[in-house]
Each structure stands twice: as C-alpha cells, then as structure tokens.
C-alpha cells in the first residue's frame, strides 16, 4: 500500500536522511572488519529512527461516512482525555462540553475540521511545553484556537496544543475559511493535544479513554433547538 507523507514533513525527512547518511557512509568507509559491528548497529538504529519519523508524517486519505448534518467528528487521531462541562472564558465567555484527545508520537498529527461552517476567528497564544495530557495544558502550553460557526448558528472551538515534545503548530484555517469535516485544518508536529468545546446539548457519543480516528469517528451531533446560546438570539 502506498504511504501518503503529509507536506509539513518533506523538509523534516529530507534533511534527516541526508545526517543520517552524513554519519553513516563514513563509518561504512573508515572502518575496518575488525570494527564492521559499529556501521551494523549504527545503520540498524538509523533505519528504525528514520522509519518512525516517516510513520509520524503519515498521512492517509479519509472520507467521513456518516450523516454530515450537525455532525462532530473527531479532529485528531488519539485516546479521549477529557470529556467534561467547563466554562470557556477566551472566545466563547460561556459553558461548553470539552472534549479533548490526547495523540501520542506514533498517531497521525493531521488534524481535520470537527464540523462544517466557516471559521470566524483564530489566534495563537505562546506558552509552555508540558506534558499534553495533563488538564492545566490548555490554557498554559503553546497553543492555537480556532471557531468554527456552524450552519445553524452554533459555534464550536478547536483548541490545538503543543505538548511536552512538540515545539510547532501549524493551522491553516483563518477567518473567512470554509471548514469542511474532510479537510485539513492542521497539523501539530510531535506529541500533541486537541481540545474541542461543543454547546451545551451536544449529543456525546464517546466516553473517557475511548480511541478516535480523525476525520471519521462519529464523536457528537449537535443539536441547535438545545442549545441556550441560541436561544438568547
């Protein structure tokens, strides 16, 4: 089968092969039998190395299944982490169901739209680089927000966070961009986390611990007549 590599990692597995070959080829030439053991298990560990830079920038083909209408689909491959009602106090300014997935170094990084509409506002605040998972990395790592108003009306954030081993976001959406369950919104370049807030009267359909793969898993539906902020308008 053939393995799609996602284009923020051209650069990244370009010039890793060139170090890797830069320390490999020497030790190939200078070495004599007696120390053949060396250039072995360095090309050995090389190989292995390099592969799950690959498997990390992976970037296969999806195409969500399900009924599009009102539906939240997971933005990110990983393990839910979080699952819970809070108050959202930077956009929003109201209560929201957040529901975040954690994705560890051999997920894929892309990350997809959760719903259809058009993005109305995005920032990227700097931070820390603690752990993903843990709860206070929402509002302390580095991290990009992006709203998403649906169809309906409703809006939904997207929170995408750096973890202990990620040091760049990518997102592509900005204000104005029509957001599409099948498409790209970004991507998080080693360790990460993604944070969706949804309306209150979101229909949930996973719980805590529970895999998603993104762009396909089913993970809510939204329904507008529930939702309160509507409701004000």
Same mark, same amino acid.
Not at 67 to 87: C, F, M, R, T
Not at 131 to 137: D, E, F, G
Not at 160 to 175: C, E, F, H, L
């Given at each position: 089968?053939? !393995?799609?590599?996602?284009?923020?990692?051209?650069?990244?597995?370009?010039?890793?092969?060139?170090?890797?070959?830069?320390?490999?080829?020497?030790?190939?030439?200078? #070495?004599?039998?007696?120390?053949?053991?060396?250039?072995? !298990?360095?090309?050995?560990?090389?190989?292995?190395?390099?592969?799950?830079?690959?498997?990390?920038?992976?970037?296969?083909?999806?195409?969500?299944?399900?009924?599009?209408?009102?539906?939240?689909?997971?933005?990110?491959?990983?393990?839910?982490?979080?699952?819970?009602?809070?108050?959202?106090?930077?956009?929003?300014?109201?209560?929201?169901?957040?529901?975040?997935?954690?994705?560890? $170094?051999?997920?894929?990084?892309?990350?997809?739209? $959760?719903?259809?509409?058009?993005?109305?506002?995005?920032?990227?605040?700097?931070?820390?680089?603690?752990?993903?998972?843990?709860?206070?990395?929402?509002?302390?790592?580095?991290?990009?927000?992006?709203?998403?108003?649906?169809?309906?009306?409703?809006?939904?954030?997207?929170?995408?966070?750096?973890?202990?081993?990620?040091?760049?976001?990518?997102?592509?959406?900005?204000?104005?961009?029509?957001?599409?369950?099948?498409?790209?919104?970004?991507?998080?370049?080693?360790?990460?986390? !993604?944070?969706?807030?949804? $309306?209150?009267?979101?229909?949930?359909?996973?719980? #805590?611990?529970?895999?998603?793969?993104?762009?396909?898993?089913?993970?809510?539906?939204?329904?507008?007549?529930?939702?309160?902020? #509507?409701?004000?308008?």
């Amino acid at each position: 089968m053939r !393995v799609k590599i996602h284009h923020e990692g051209t650069e990244i597995l370009i010039a890793g092969a060139l170090v890797l070959a830069a320390l490999n080829v020497p030790l190939w030439l200078w #070495l004599g039998d007696d120390l053949m053991i060396v250039p072995i !298990v360095v090309t050995a560990v090389s190989i292995v190395f390099y592969l799950l830079v690959v498997n990390f920038f992976r970037s296969p083909r999806r195409k969500f299944q399900g009924n599009p209408e009102n539906a939240v689909v997971a933005s990110a491959d990983g393990k839910v982490v979080a699952l819970e009602k809070v108050y959202e106090p930077e956009v929003l300014k109201c209560e929201a169901i957040q529901l975040s997935v954690f994705m560890s $170094p051999t997920n894929v990084h892309a990350n997809w739209f $959760p719903v259809n509409g058009k993005v109305t506002y995005t920032a990227h605040h700097t931070g820390r680089f603690q752990a993903a998972w843990l709860p206070k990395s929402s509002s302390e790592n580095e991290r990009s927000t992006v709203v998403i108003e649906t169809p309906s009306g409703q809006r939904v954030m997207m929170r995408q966070v750096a973890g202990a081993m990620a040091r760049r976001i990518v997102t592509y959406a900005q204000p104005g961009t029509d957001a599409n369950i099948e498409d790209h919104m970004g991507f998080i370049k080693f360790g990460s986390r !993604v944070d969706l807030y949804l $309306p209150i009267g979101t229909e949930i359909f996973v719980k #805590l611990d529970d895999r998603t793969t993104g762009g396909i898993s089913l993970v809510g539906r939204l329904c507008p007549e529930l939702d309160p902020q #509507l409701k004000k308008q």
